[in-house]
Nanobody
Framework: QVQLVESGGGLVQAGGSLRLSCAAS????????MAWFRQAPGKGREFVAC?????FYADSVKGRFTISRDNAKNTVYLQMNSLKPEDTAVYYC??????????????????WGQGTQVSVSS
């Protein structure tokens, strides 16, 4: 069993930056694929970024967001720069066992955090 706890959300002006963190409990963190998803008001949950041995991004955040992980700290990060009002959403950390490929679908992830709110004002 893996427990995920996100932190770092908040309110920021357009063009600003935030860094989200996701701390994972459990063992063998390095063997888990990690991802960030987000859900805006009235919309479905969507993929943002994932990381295994490499990383992959949704087109909407490519070049502005960076996902990284520190296996020694059992933590994954999402650095968000040049934030836009349309980035406003609840951001969720997700994990799954297995590092064979870059998983991008909601259904492929087993474990989820409780979410952290990111609000970007114009």
């Amino acid at each position: 069993q893996v427990q995920l706890v996100e932190s770092g959300g908040g309110l920021v002006q357009a063009g600003g930056s935030l860094r989200l963190s996701c701390a994972a409990s459990g063992r063998t963190f390095s063997n888990y694929a990690m991802a960030w998803f987000r859900q805006a008001p009235g919309k479905g949950r969507e993929f943002v970024a994932c990381i295994v041995w490499s990383d992959f991004y949704a087109d909407s955040v490519k070049g502005r967001f960076t996902i990284s992980r520190d296996n020694a700290k059992n933590t994954v990060y999402l650095q968000m720069n040049s934030l836009k009002p349309e980035d406003t959403a609840v951001y969720y950390c997700a994990a799954r066992a297995g590092i064979g490929i870059l998983y991008r679908s909601i259904d492929e992830y087993e474990y989820w955090g409780q979410g952290t709110q990111v609000s970007v004002s114009s």
